[in-house]
């Protein structure tokens, strides 16, 4: 644990003004993550600067030399390289191919753990959660669950899908961000409160960097309060990821990965020329990224689209037909 000091939060503060461990810990700190394990029905929660932050210091030291890491191929960059961090054996399955996933927890030893996303942040699509959390009690495996893109998205009030799926007592550990729907910064490690003492003594990712300022903890504190007091900009995101699939021409079809969250995919094909149709959708005053290899795999170079509550309507069938044209 570490010592505690009375918030005294000043809208010009320069910051924390170190670590948390030496001096940047607060009464503030513990009652938002002590709020957000709640909202989350977890046990405990340790909050940290990133989402990147939080994978890093959880993957890098939560394993030792005798235990096995299996991921999904599919998984975030910053869960690769906290594994890359840590001394365990480690190996991928095929992305959400349970089949895939038992071959390689036959061959695991020690400690097992399964790393796997909510929401995967490329394709958009889903993780098989019941089915993966089967397979791990039978092979005794943990379940590290990056919620990233379900956090205030998916569920009741946004609480991510093991909420919603009423399975968060099953698993050992959930990321949540708030860099992506919370409009702050930072993240939290959910879990047992023994896993948060041991992420405090034993993660270098949270010992060794300058805490996050009291302006950021209340930005984020004020973000879990709009969850909490509503759920009509969730509705409205719904309806409108609806729309935008029903929306999606003949044409678009043979290029759209399907997808049910706010991460929406139309496939280009080509680094050059996904570049060139992002560039003119954005002249045209539409926010659409391109994702290119080796982001992806080379052939599957895409058009993101990133779905929000406040779209019209009238503003998602204008920027479908602006693609349909592009790629035609």
Known sequence: GFSKKKSNFRPKSQGSTGSRLIGG???????????????????AGLIFNSGYNANIGLFSCIADKSDTIIFDQFIHASIRDGIRLSPARSFSFE???????????????????????????????QCELKKILTLCKKYKAQIILDEAHATGVIGKHGRGLACKLRLENHIFARIHSFGKSMGCHGAIILGSKELREYLINFSGAFIYTTALSEGSLMAIDNSYEELKSGTEKIHQLQKNITFFKESISKKLKKHYISSNSSIQC???????????????????????????????AKGRERLRICIHSFNSENEIKKCLLNIEELLS
Request: include cysteine; proline fraction near 1%; glycine fraction near 6%.
């Open 25 to 43: 810990n607060s009464l503030l700190f513990e009652k938002i993550e002590t709020k957000i394990s709640v909202f989350h029905r977890a046990e």
């Open 95 to 125: 992305h959400n191919n349970t089949n895939s996933l038992e071959k390689k927890l036959q061959q695991a030893s020690g400690n097992i753990l399964v790393a796997i996303e909510s929401i995967y942040s490329m394709d958009g699509d």
């Open 266 to 296: 139309i496939l280009v094909g080509g680094n050059k020329k996904a570049r060139k149709t992002e560039s003119i959708l954005q002249k045209r005053g539409y926010d659409v990224r391109a994702i290119c290899h080796p982001t992806v």
